[in-house]
């Protein structure tokens, strides 16, 4: 045990800082050696009883500063020998003797400070002091020790933004080949102050748990034998250590899971999705075999087919938005979630934040009370996307929203914009508690430009109504991928780096502060995504260079141009038949086999980008980036060729010129 008085006397030693320092002191920029020829020349300290998130991102800054420098840097509590420079992460008694803690931090926000002979790595964390059991490859057992996506954990954000800003680590993508991180010998570091929070405050794809991050991040369908070929190709040392019926898939979970903590992914819980029907099951009829969940029939809270119908045909598609009773038990369920925790069984309910939303049609009730909520547009517009049911739809959560903030000020309620309710309401003012999520359906599909250019009007328009109310985003990553696993054929990949580019100036300039993905795309878009949800004053084309140069090496050049040549492909309204046919770009397309590969995939390009991609093969040198540009050639070149294959093979293919 040490004594307070050496106790004292080794921050100061420690820091060579004066303990009246605050976080007000001016930046000092400081070059601090870590490693040198192989041997640590820093010490990683943690407080006596840190955090799960300040444990956690010891394990990984020890863990990627091996792999840097080739030397282990020993972990110490505070009070135990410590040697060289010290690596404060997370709170403890050197950062204490500075006024820094974790409850000085909002949250999400974090700080990298370089002092002379220390450096500082910490942030807003849970109060969660459970003991971390770290393995990359985890059991099930170390894996629930972990910290949770969305746990604050803002100490773990700074050793992430440390590794890539001051070590140029990068986590490329989710294979055991993704990741660079470049040897530095000896390892020294220099900075002085960052003190900041991810841009987007909720950051998530509904996709994207960790057993299924590859299932929708690759363009095959997880259960093809091409796609089961991929991931061997992906995994094959985990391949080799599991037994693939039990301890494969665990293990790859929990490095799935680093791929997403290593991105921040997660942040402020906000869910917000077609909320109710679970109350077919609860107030309409029992649901065979859910009986136990049947609360009593109201059949008046479900939508009529016209004034004086008692109801559509069969389960009603919508419900009554004006009925009182309707309001009051939805209220109910809110005040109850905030209170006690409780979810029913269909709803979207998270932390401060209870969901509201219809059901995903636009059939909604005729009854007299309803209908005089409509506000004229017809409903022959061109555009989906409109107002049609705004009012209607947006009075209805207001009513909601002024009974539950009477008793539950400070709780929010989350709503989307979206389908015929996308634009704002015309003849309600939203109540202060309502979040929406704006539905930006057509962001992936940029070669509908009359569509696309009506949703970003409307995204504005949220904004102009409404200048200073939070507002977040859902997203469509999962055009065309999942229009062609419907139909049942191999989609034209949809690239669209420069347009999340472009799209992320705009989110950024109009205070969209949150998002929730379908999916985030393929693996550069997922790169180019969490980076810039992150920061998105980051340039695209400068994370295209460092993802292609890092990961294929002089392979980089052939596989750029495959993807942008695909990338253009795909967002060209030239390329389209209605387009091409008319010289306009009309209509809201979805891909089709005929749309992929008879104007999208034609023979001259895809007779182009074989030649890039063989050119990629040729260049590769090192067995690594070898390995990197058969993934690319297994994941992307070969579900392009097979797709062209099946269009030309199927039924009446001859006749098709």
Known sequence: ???????????????????????????????????????????????????????????????????????????????????????????SAATRALKLKSPCFKPQEYLI??????????????????????????????????????????????????????????????????????????????????????????????????????????????????????EAAAHPEKHKRFDVAGGYFIAKRGWNQLFRLRHREGGEKCPGSHSLYGYYR???????????????????????????????????????????????????????????????????????????????????CKCANCQRWL??????????????????????????????GKKHPGKRIVTLAYFTHGAPPQKVRLEPNVLVQYCFACQRLTYDRPTYEHEVALLKQWRAEYPVRTLYLWLYYCFPLMMANIGKFQAFPGFFAHSIGEQFDLFHRYGYTGVYHCGYGQEVEAYVTYRLMDDPKLRVDALLDEYFTRL??????????????????????????????????????????????KYLGTEERMAQLGKLMAQAQARAQTPEQKQRVELFRLGVWEYMVAGRKQYLERPGAAQTP
């Open 552 to 597: 294929y090496g002089p392979a980089a050049g052939p596989l750029r141009e495959f993807y942008e040549t695909v990338e253009r492909t795909y967002g060209s309204p030239a390329n389209y038949a209605e387009n091409i046919a008319t010289g306009k770009a009309e209509g809201h397309h979805h891909q089709t086999a005929e749309m992929a590969w």
């Open 113 to 230: 400070r370089f002092l002379p002979t220390a450096l500082i790595l910490m942030g807003h964390d849970k109060a969660d002091t459970g003991a971390v059991q770290y393995n990359q490859t985890p059991t099930q057992a170390e894996y629930d020790t972990w910290p949770g996506i969305w746990d604050e954990q803002g100490t773990m954000y700074a050793v992430y933004d440390f590794l890539e800003r001051y070590c140029n680590v990068r986590w490329l993508n989710c294979s055991e080949f993704g990741t660079d991180i470049p040897r530095q010998d000896p390892l020294t570091v220099t900075g002085s102050e960052v003190r900041r929070a991810p841009f987007m405050k909720y950051r998530f794809a509904y996709q994207n748990t960790p057993d299924g991050y590859d299932y929708y991040t690759n363009l095959w369908w997880y259960e093809k034998k091409e796609w089961l070929a991929l």
């Open 282 to 364: 609860r107030f309409w009829e029992p649901e065979k075999g859910k009986e136990e969940l049947f609360e009593g029939r109201h059949a008046d809270w479900f939508a009529v087919s016209s004034a004086g119908t008692p109801g559509y045909p069969g389960q009603p598609p919508q419900m009554c938005y004006t009925n009182r009773g309707l309001i009051e038990q939805v209220a109910k369920d809110a005040c109850e979630f905030f209170e006690t925790g409780k979810v029913y069984a269909g709803g979207e309910s998270a932390g401060d934040y209870f969901c509201i939303e219809p059901m995903d049609n636009d059939q909604f």
């Open 1 to 91: 045990m040490v004594s307070r008085r050496l106790h004292a006397a080794l921050l100061v030693a420690l820091l060579a800082f004066p303990a009246s320092s605050t976080l007000a002191a001016p930046p000092t920029r400081c070059a601090l050696t870590l490693a040198r020829a192989g041997q640590p020349a820093s010490t990683i300290v943690l407080d006596r009883t840190p955090t799960k998130a300040a444990q956690f991102a010891a394990y990984e800054l020890q863990w990627h500063l091996q792999q840097i420098s080739g030397a282990t840097v020993p972990i110490a509590h505070d009070g135990e020998p410590m040697k060289g420079v010290k690596l404060l992460v997370g709170e």
């Open 375 to 404: 506000d004229g547009r017809d409903a022959t517009t061109p555009f989906w996307t409109n107002g049609r049911h705004s009012d209607y739809v947006f009075q209805f959560v207001n009513e909601v929203a002024k009974i539950v």
